[in-house]
């Protein structure tokens, strides 16, 4: 079975332009999660969604940043006047349900989106 | 705030070492720790979890036991192989939906 997708798998754009970052969950997640990967470091939450809604999104650095899943399923990530430090891989992962307190159900994460900001 | 805080690496290794990569959290409560792995070309996959104080997490001969006392969640595998060669990642789960990740290890096994 197909697992989490991201596209496109590299970008690079040019300070102050707008950028899209797309990411197709598994099959029949509610839950979908974006994290910021800067080098040498581990990913930092930006956003959870459970169905349409986002449920968190006390991670998105600054009102630049913002995602939308209309339909519950694809997610899509936007950012508006990029800047250098928006330089990063973004990663989207997906799991069953929310995680709970335990972490029930697992997150598969995709393979990442690579943004450079000219 | 909660954070995870990772030993350093590169880590190099010998085929069949001894492998301890560290983990220390701080946390506001009782958190679920993980370990994450990413090998190369890869993206990120669970490797072992622990719920609560003393549980011990194992996958693939690797293992990490949950310490409150110490707040710590070390990675250990008896014997290591090429195959191991990878970013490890320690992660806490917080408010339900929420991961800290530390930076990552790297372990390079020779053979």
């Known amino acids: 079975g197909a697992g989490v997708s991201q596209t496109p798998s590299n970008k690079v754009t040019e300070k102050g332009k707008y950028v899209e970052l797309r990411c197709d969950p598994i099959?029949?997640?509610?839950?979908l999660y974006w994290y910021r990967q800067s080098l040498g470091q581990g990913p930092e939450f930006l956003i959870y969604f459970q169905g349409t809604g986002a449920a968190d999104d006390s991670g998105l650095p600054n009102d630049r940043f913002f995602a939308v899943r209309p339909e519950g399923s694809v997610s899509t990530l936007k950012i508006q006047r990029t800047e250098r430090g928006d330089s990063a891989v973004y990663l989207c992962a997906s799991s069953q349900s929310g995680m709970g307190t335990s972490g029930t159900y697992e997150q598969f994460f995709g393979p990442g989106t690579r943004l450079t900001v000219l | 705030g909660d954070s995870v805080t990772q030993m350093e690496g590169p880590v190099t290794l010998s085929e069949e070492a001894f492998l301890t990569i560290n983990c220390t959290y701080t946390?506001?409560?009782?958190?679920?720790l993980f370990w994450y792995v990413q090998y190369p070309g890869e993206g990120l996959q669970l490797l072992l979890k622990a719920t609560k104080a003393d549980d011990k997490g194992s996958n693939k001969g690797f293992e990490a036991t949950y310490r409150k006392e110490t707040t710590s969640f070390h990675l250990e595998k008896g014997s290591v192989q090429v195959s191991d060669s990878a970013v490890y990642f320690c992660a806490l789960l917080y408010n339900f939906n929420k991961f800290y990740f530390g930076s990552g290890t790297k372990l390079n096994v020779k053979p």
């Open positions: 946390a506001t409560g009782y958190p679920s």
């Open positions: 099959s029949g997640h509610t839950a």
